[in-house]
């Protein structure tokens, strides 16, 4: 472990030596910054900075731009941008964002130039001072830097200062690189809450994005279904009802196959009906959820009381959600209410829509029982919909389903 620390302790010193290709890098990238902090200096340090200052304010976009570039050029680091669409001018300088980035407009980067002048000019005069043996003989006789022919103290102090200057510089140039990274990241690019902000967005969108295609995808099969094997059997059918009608001198035998599979034929296609109803019902697209659900009330096992008031259109995804949310309670209630009537109402406020399904059953309906109810919460979920279950022993039952008009 000792021999580890030394060797990166060894690895460390080597980076920071004055001709390393790490130290040639951080001094450049340094240097590049200096003349992106030197205008808001200049803006701060004139008389008349009132003028400059609402120029300098309208610049900081491109400076950011600037300086992300420079951070991604010269340093290999990726800055964030703003995250969220476009907003105007107001909307912007109320944002947390404007603020971080004119901090470090305003104080980060011209204190980072200085402070990067200031390195790069005392490594200059560290160049300077370590090569006083070299061109100290092209002084005039009597400078303090040579007395007659020889060299004095002065001298060696002079190199052995800038021979220490040319080696503490680098490791400032590093540390003022790294300082700048920080600031760049912690006040150029979005913080942690714009970024989870965000990603709730993104994942809100892509959500949407699945329920639509899921949605398609059952309007595919509901086309393909009705439009090909549902012509297909009704065409079979009609065949085996005219064979059976027509063939009056064949065997027994054969003339009972042919009733059967005429039975199974019309079995099949009521089958599939009541298939290709339940992926996406013709009606519901065709006249909307007002209509699909009159139908769903009609033929509900239970006499069903419904109220709808929709003055307009909703989205269709939320329809069809909608329309499998009542079809399924209805289908619970049932199954397992032992109810006599359920009024159904659907309402539309506020830019949502308000399902409310109310049965006088034996209640006692707990959604932690069974996977029914847990479906149906979940479906309501998928398109950031609520719903909520009241269902004491003895009853009623009411389903309240809040859906969203739009996605």
Not at 281 to 297: F, H, K, Q, T
Request: proline share 6%; charged share 20%.
């Amino acid at each position: 472990m000792l021999n580890s620390a030394l060797r990166q302790a060894r690895d460390r010193g080597a980076e920071h030596l004055p001709w390393s290709a790490a130290t040639r890098r951080d001094a450049v990238f340094t240097a590049a910054g200096v003349p992106l902090g030197l205008p808001l200096i200049l803006a701060l340090s004139m008389p008349k900075s009132g003028v400059l200052l609402p120029v300098a304010v309208l610049c900081l976009d491109l400076l950011t731009v600037a300086q992300r570039s420079r951070f991604r050029e010269l340093r290999g680091v990726e800055i964030p941008g703003r995250v969220g669409p476009d907003a105007g001018w107001v909307v912007r300088l109320r944002s947390g964002f404007t603020w971080r980035q004119a901090g470090y407009h305003f104080l980060a980067a011209p204190a980072l130039a200085v402070g990067s002048f200031l390195a790069l000019a005392a490594w200059g005069a560290g160049l300077v001072m370590a090569t006083v043996y070299g061109w100290a003989p092209l002084l005039p006789r009597g400078n303090s830097l040579r007395h007659g022919t020889g060299w004095s103290v002065t001298d060696a102090g002079v190199t052995i200062a800038g021979l220490a200057l040319l080696l503490a510089v680098p490791w400032a140039v590093a540390w003022l690189a790294r300082l700048d990274e920080r600031a760049a990241r912690a006040l150029l690019g979005p913080n942690r809450a714009e970024v989870l902000e965000r990603r709730v967005e993104d994942l809100a969108e892509s959500r949407a994005g699945v329920v639509d295609a899921a949605d398609a995808e059952r309007r595919r099969i509901e086309r393909d279904l009705h439009d090909g094997a549902q012509q297909r059997l009704v065409s079979l059918a009609m065949n085996l009802g005219l064979a059976r009608r027509t063939l009056k001198d064949i065997p027994p035998e054969a003339m009972q196959v042919i009733v059967e599979a005429h039975q199974e034929a019309q079995a099949a296609i009521a089958e599939l009906r009541d298939l290709v109803r339940g992926l996406h019902p013709v009606v519901l697209e065709d006249r909307g959820l007002d209509a699909a659900l009159s139908g769903i009330a009609a033929r509900a096992p239970v006499p069903v009381r419904l109220t709808v008031d929709l003055p307009d259109r909703i989205a269709p995804t939320i329809e069809a959600v909608a329309y499998f949310t009542v079809s399924e309670a209805l289908a619970n209630v049932a199954k397992h209410a032992r109810a006599s009537r359920v009024d159904l109402s659907v309402r539309q406020q506020s830019g949502r829509v308000r399902i409310v399904i109310t049965d006088d059953g034996v209640g006692g309906a707990d959604p932690s029982t069974g996977t029914g109810l847990i479906g149906l919460r979940k479906r309501a979920a998928s398109v950031d919909g609520t719903l909520a279950i009241t269902s004491p022993l003895g009853g009623p039952t009411v389903i309240t389903v809040e859906l969203p008009c739009e996605l």
